[in-house]
């Protein structure tokens, strides 16, 4: 894939994020939505894997989070319509 990518998901997906990020950077552009729940230590885990550039988005009750990475992912296919979508994670947030 050359065009850019567009990753959401969960707690779940780190280690395709991971994956992902380790290749990615050098064919195209890669953004990594990621939901999760409130965790003291989020930062310290993003730090220690190499994820800082990730985009995490605090689970709320009332899911008005998903909003925010709806804009996101509508930005970033208007740019550009061929951006490569990825969907990972709970389902009832895809």
């Known amino acids: 894939m050359t065009s850019p990518a ?23 552009p890669l953004t990594i939505c990621l939901e999760m729940t409130p965790a003291d230590d989020l930062d310290e885990v993003k730090h220690l894997l190499g994820l800082g550039h990730i985009d995490t988005y605090l689970r709320r009750d009332d899911e008005t989070h998903l909003s925010a990475i709806e804009d996101r992912a509508t930005q970033l296919l208007k740019a550009c319509p061929s951006t ?6 709970k389902s009832t947030s895809i």
Not at 10 to 25: H, S
Request: net charge negative; proline share 3%.
């Open 6 to 28: 567009f990753v959401f998901g969960d707690e779940t997906t780190l280690g395709l994020a991971m994956a992902l990020g380790g290749i990615r950077p050098a064919l195209s």
């Open 84 to 89: 490569s979508m990825v969907l990972t994670g």
